[in-house]
């Protein structure tokens, strides 16, 4: 039977942007060997971004120990580590001229840290190079290890953001790896050791219910997430998981509303939303 593929709705199209300044920043990291998310997880928004000389720096290599399906950064063994990163960031970071900067990374489960002292490294380095910038970091969950957790907090990042992602009943299809209980139980305890703020995202339109995502609201609410971010699932490619729904911008705005009123002190929900999308903008609000 001939199924329709899914047209992408306008709202969601974004057109090829190049100009000097995307030129510039794509140079700086080309000269310094850095990944980004922008690039390894097609972001939508990677031009608006590098247009405004920001980027999301991707740590510990381009590929990851886990396969979620909607994800489009590399399953493969993971590349050994790089000692001089943290240095190449910061430079990069002096550079771009940053002063809010946003650290993610594949999944390391081969780590036995999962990466934590990696990223602690790079924060350091940053603020080595300049203290007054804010950091974000965004992490794997390090197999809900506490230690891990920890050797992070102890940094001192601004805020500490790690994805639930979706709705439990389809983290066994979209994301088999991980557990909505072992991200939620992460983000808690990332508030019962310290005050600094935590973040979590989500996708819609792999197939969650409206329920669910209230449900999930409340379970975010209780553990005093500060931040919470919405924005529409895109498939990377066929291979990937597909879009069961494309949300009209008007529910954004309903779920933004309803997620206010059960607690939830900061939210950007919207169709291109992403995790460090504007994070800049988001930890100012």
């Known amino acids: 039977m001939f199924i329709e593929k899914k047209r992408l709705p306008k709202y969601l199209q974004r057109g090829i942007i190049d100009t000097e300044k995307t030129k510039t920043v794509r140079k700086i990291l080309r000269s310094n060997c850095l990944n980004t998310v922008c690039e390894a997880a097609r972001c939508p928004n990677k031009g608006e971004c590098y247009t405004n000389n920001t980027a999301t720096f991707l740590i510990m290599g381009n590929n990851c120990t886990r396969n979620c399906r909607f994800c489009n950064i590399n399953y493969a063994n ?140 409340e379970d975010l609410a209780k553990i005093n997430c500060d931040i919470v971010t919405i924005g529409q699932y895109i498939a990377p490619s066929k291979k990937h998981l597909e879009v069961a729904k494309y949300y009209e911008p008007y529910e954004y705005k309903e779920l933004a509303e309803i997620a206010k009123k059960i607690g939830i002190k900061h939210t950007f929900f919207s169709p291109l939303t992403r995790s460090s999308y504007k994070a800049k903008d988001v930890f100012n609000c």
Request: charged share 25%; proline share 6%; aromatic share 8%.
């Open 78 to 217: 993971p590349e050994p580590l790089d000692i001089l990163e943290p240095l190449k960031i910061a430079d990069a970071v002096l550079k771009l001229g940053l002063n809010y900067v946003v650290i993610t990374s594949v999944t390391r489960d081969d780590l036995v840290d999962g990466g934590a002292n990696h990223f602690v490294c790079v924060i350091n380095k940053i603020k080595k190079i300049n203290p007054d910038v804010k950091i974000e970091v965004l992490t794997p969950d390090f197999k809900g290890n506490h230690n891990s957790i920890d050797i992070v907090i102890q940094a001192k990042p601004d805020v500490f953001n790690h994805n639930i992602e979706t709705v439990p009943s389809l983290y066994k299809k979209a994301r088999p790896q991980a557990d909505y209980y072992r991200s939620l139980n992460f983000l808690q305890y990332i508030k019962l050791k310290s005050n600094i703020l935590t973040k979590t995202g989500l996708m819609v339109g792999l197939g969650e219910t409206k329920d669910e995502l209230i449900s999930v609201f």
